[in-house]
């Protein structure tokens, strides 16, 4: 079982800066790709970025790649999503989930936390 927990959700500027945090805890957490995906309404859920365990093996999604960053914190059950937003791109529930490798389809990631909310200002 894994725990996560997002965290750093708000408003934002368009084409500001933000910072998201997902730390992962329980007794599976440790060996955990982390992975952030996406959602606004109506629409389905899209693959953000993910990190492996080490950290040393990244995966982006298509629209995100160049903008957005991920990355292990201090301590390593804390990964950080930094988000440089495009216009009103950006603006969605963003969650953090778990699985065994950097995969870009959610059914394969079993662990979800609650979600964080950002909204774009114009």
């Known amino acids: 079982q894994v725990e996560l927990a997002e965290s750093g959700g708000g408003l934002v500027q368009a084409g500001g800066s933000l910072r998201l945090a997902c730390v992962a805890s329980g007794r599976a957490s440790i060996g955990t790709t982390i992975g952030w995906f996406r959602q606004t309404p109506g629409k389905e859920r899209e693959f953000v970025a993910a990190i492996d365990s080490t950290g040393g093996l990244t995966a982006y999604g298509d629209s995100v790649r160049g903008r957005f960053a991920i990355s292990k914190g201090n301590p390593k059950n804390t990964v950080y999503l930094q988000m440089a937003s495009r216009s009103h791109e950006g603006a969605a529930g963003y969650y953090c989930?778990?699985?065994?490798?950097?995969?870009?389809?959610?059914?394969?990631?079993?662990?979800w936390g609650q979600g964080t909310q950002v909204t774009v200002l114009s």
């Open positions: 989930s778990a699985a065994d490798w950097p995969r870009r389809n959610e059914r394969d990631y079993e662990f």
